[in-house]
Every structure is written in structure tokens, then in C-alpha cells.
């Protein structure tokens, strides 16, 4: 079966792939179990000179990289821009601190000396998905390689050039070859992987079903897993917040890269005395943006990545408005199997709606009545999900109390949820578990070795015989 890159916007394919047999796969497989043995052994500052020179090609290649996005999967071209920048700064930040997160951990016992050293484990097998095609990668791989793991991807099929372009970089930066590659291979062929007892752990971001299904295969043998999910992050405004700011930064969360961000804002929240007066300006907001052409400098959102990601959410809305929700702004696709899909804002969103429970993975920002902060807080937790989600209030340590109480990954107080290379990554409940980013990240895949190191006892000199 081919891997094809489809042009969203136009419909056209742009290229076609054939697919690796299992024999091509398990060969670089083998490869790349035997580059982990040596690649272990190279130092720091090799690997952080490397690392670097990927972060320089990152940025020198930032249009080339822009363009393949805007070809696969629809995001506008200043945002690929501004991706691919992104995993420059990742890959930078990990080769200045690697040798930091992963110094050895003194421990006080009653040993000579004792500590925890952070060794590699060998190959670690992504499964990544298409949003953010370079980012989603870059923020596995530049910690992996870093910690002295070999990375193997298997990347969206609807991205393989994206995929392949990232292998160019690490192998033009002069990683050895066998330390990163990009497997063009169907999800059929996962189970095969992580089954392979030289595949050490899987790291997934994707959706909640591809999550159970890969952490069961790993359960099964015994391979170390952290999975990044779905979310349908609570987006907070009390009563006192600056509305303005609050609405117009909504907007802009729930519109990152089309909607289809696992940390955009979905499910916004809102105090009864300023709910209709935050609906207004959001709306005002939302039909500023102007979708276009993806390759175009002035689009500001393009189309959702597949025609069929814009049918499901068209669904979607059509079964909770059915059930009850209330169109506050009617966007959404001209008709169905197009993938352009115009903003929508849903009102009076109650439990036994589709919208109430699901993630909508597109431009439907859904809004929800509270009482009070109380309720407030009590309706950002009734969610399977638990990925990221914010507070928007003048009363700072009200918000941050607030924060503490949501359940979520990573609460932003009167900002908008973002991933960045200091901070961890991750979520709870249906949102996965496991942390990204940080040195929480580096660490999630190497052997935490406890190093006990006994005194030297001198034997206590013997008696004089007289």
C-alpha cells in the first residue's frame, strides 16, 4: 500500500511512496540496535556539537520546511516558519543542559559513595502524528539522541515528507545514519516493532485509541511507554477577568493550527454575569481570522489536514446540536468531504452531548455555563481528559489557587497553554501519561542505575603477643 503526501487545500497528491516491507524494516532495525551500542559510548560534547549543527540547519532550512507542512497538512506557511524555529531552540536547549540533567545523583547512605547515574537504553521507536509534524518529533528525539538512545520514527502517513526531511537534517548534521530513520511504514507494522525485543520503549503522541492499543503491545512486552493524547483543555474566565484579553487570546487558542492542537483551548468556561458579553468579543475575534491558501504570507488558518478530520467534526456538531447545543456562530465546511472548515462557537453544552464528552479536534470553540469559580473548576474536571487548561482573573493567587485544584498536566494562569523546552509536557487521566520536555523528558528513557560503592574497611591491626 503507498504512503501518499495529499495536498489539503487543493486535493491534489503531491507525492506517492511505497511502503517498507518488513525486511527493509527490521534491517534498519538491526542497524540501529548496533549503532545504539556505540553511540552510547560518544561523549557529551560530541553529541552536543551535533546537536547544534541540527538546530543551525533547523533554522537555515525554515521556508524549505514551511512549505513541505503547508503541502501535507495545511498549516500556514509563516506558522511552519515559526514551528521549525521551535525545534531549533528544543534541539539547542538539550544539547546546552543534557550533560546537566543527566549528571549523576549523589545519595547520602552509608555506603564510600552512592548514586543514580542516567544511562541510555538503546532504540526508542516514536509514533508520531501529522499537527505538528516537525515539533511533535523534534522534542522526542532531540532529548533521546542527546541522552545516547537511537530514535526511530514512524511518522503520520500523511507526512512522509515532512518525516524524511527530518531524517536529512539529523544525518546532515552528522549524526550517524543508523542513530535516526524514518521508517515509511504502515500502523500495521507497529506491533511488529515494539514485539522486537531490540525496540527498548515506544513513545506515542496521537489519539486516545491508538494510545490503548500501543500501550497494550507494549504492556505485553514489557517495554517502557509515555503517551501524549487527546485533551479538551478548560479554558477558565471569571467574572473579574480582563474580558477583552480574555477573549481575544481565546480566539487565538482555540484556532492554533487550524484547532487540530491537542493543547487548544476547547471547552472555554465562563461565569454566568459575563457569559454573553465574552460569547460577543470571542465571536468578533474568531471571524477576523482568514483562512486561504496555506503557502499564502497572509492566511492565518488553512485547512484541516484530511477531508475526512472535517466530516468526523462535522458530525460531531450536528449530534450535539441535535442533543441541545446552541449555534452561537455558524462556520464549519461548505460541504461535505472539503477540508476547509470555518470557525463555530456552541452554546448551552450540557452533559450527554457529543461535545460535552468528546475532543473536537477542529475550529468549535464550546462554551460552558458556571455558577461560580467553584463550578467553574468542577466542570473543567468532568472531562476524561486531562492534558493543559487556564485561569483567566485579575486575583493572581485566586488563579493560582484555582490552577492547583484543575485537573491537567499544565495550567496557565491569564495565559494561553504552550509547550516550551524548559517546561514538562504531558497529561493525566485519558490524556496519557509520561512527561515531554524539561529534564523530566530526558529522563523518562534512560536506566535510572543505582550505583553503590561499599567503604573501604581496613581490618583492625592484630595484638601484640608478648
Request: with cysteine; glycine share 6%; aromatic share 8%.
Amino acid at each position: 500500500m503507498p504512503i501518499e503526501s495529499v495536498n489539503p487545500y487543493t486535493g491534489r497528491v503531491e507525492r506517492r511512496f511505497r511502503a517498507f516491507s518488513w525486511t527493509k524494516t527490521e534491517q534498519i532495525l538491526s542497524q540501529s540496535h548496533r549503532a545504539a551500542a556505540t553511540w552510547r559510548t560518544t561523549s557529551s560534547k560530541e553529541r552536543t556539537r551535533l546537536m547544534h549543527r541540527a538546530a543551525e540547519l533547523l533554522r537555515e532550512r525554515q521556508d524549505e520546511l514551511a512549505r513541505l507542512m503547508a503541502l501535507e497538512m495545511g498549516k500556514p506557511i509563516a506558522d511552519g516558519r515559526a514551528e521549525a524555529v521551535k525545534c531549533a531552540l528544543c534541539c539547542d536547549y538539550y544539547a546546552d543542559h543534557a550533560e546537566e540533567f543527566l549528571a549523576d545523583d549523589e545519595i547520602k547512605t552509608d555506603a564510600q559513595r552512592s548514586f543514580i547515574s542516567h544511562e541510555p537504553i538503546g532504540v526508542v521507536l516514536a509514533v508520531m502524528p501529522w499537527n505538528f509534524p516537525f515539533w511533535q518529533v523534534v522534542r522526542f528525539a532531540a532529548p533521546a539522541l542527546m541522552a545516547g538512545n537511537v530514535g526511530l520514527l514512524k511518522h503520520a502517513s500523511n507526512v512522509p515528507q515532512c518525516a524524511l526531511a527530518l531524517e536529512k537534517i539529523f544525518h546532515d548534521a552528522g549524526f550517524p545514519p543508523a542513530t535516526f530513520r524514518t521508517l515509511l511504514i504502515g500502523s500495521e507494522m507497529v506491533e511488529q516493532l515494539i514485539a522486537d525485543d531490540r525496540v527498548r520503549a515506544v513513545t506515542l503522541t496521537g489519539s486516545e485509541p491508538a494510545g490503548a492499543q500501543v500501550a497494550a503491545t507494549a504492556g505485553r512486552y514489557i517495554k517502557k511507554t509515555v503517551l501524549e493524547l487527546g485533551g479538551s483543555d478548560a479554558f477558565i474566565v471569571l467574572a473579574d477577568a480582563d474580558l477583552e484579553v480574555a477573549a481575544k487570546t481565546a480566539a487565538q487558542a482555540r484556532m492554533i493550527n487550524a484547532g487540530q492542537s491537542c493543547i487548544a483551548a476547547k471547552r472555554f468556561i465562563v461565569e454566568k454575569p459575563v457569559l454573553r458579553e465574552f460569547i460577543s468579543k470571542m465571536k468578533t475575534h474568531l471571524l477576523a481570522y482568514r483562512p486561504g491558501d496555506p503557502l499564502s504570507e497572509d492566511t492565518q488558518y488553512g485547512p484541516l489536514a484530511r477531508p475526512d478530520l472535517a466530516d468526523e467534526l462535522t458530525e460531531q456538531v450536528t449530534d450535539s446540536v441535535a442533543q441541545g447545543a446552541k449555534v452561537e456562530l455558524h462556520g464549519g465546511q461548505s460541504k461535505p468531504g472539503t477540508a476547509l472548515f470555518r470557525p463555530m462557537i456552541l452554546s448551552n453544552i450540557k452533559p450527554g452531548q457529543r461535545a460535552y464528552s468528546e475532543e473536537l479536534f477542529g475550529p468549535v470553540a464550546l462554551i460552558l455555563e458556571a455558577k461560580d469559580a467553584d463550578d467553574a473548576v468542577r466542570l473543567a474536571n468532568d472531562s476524561r481528559f486531562g492534558l493543559g487548561g487556564s485561569v483567566w482573573t485579575r486575583d493572581v493567587q485566586r488563579g493560582e489557587e484555582l490552577a492547583r485544584r484543575v485537573e491537567a498536566g499544565a495550567v496557565f494562569v491569564n495565559s494561553m497553554v504552550k509547550s516550551s523546552p524548559e517546561m514538562p509536557f504531558g497529561g493525566v487521566k485519558k490524556s496519557g501519561y509520561g512527561r515531554e520536555l524539561s529534564y523530566l523528558g530526558i529522563r523518562e528513557f534512560v536506566n535510572q542505575k543505582s550505583i553503590w560503592i561499599a567503604k573501604d574497611e581496613k581490618p583492625a591491626p592484630k595484638k601484640k603477643v608478648e
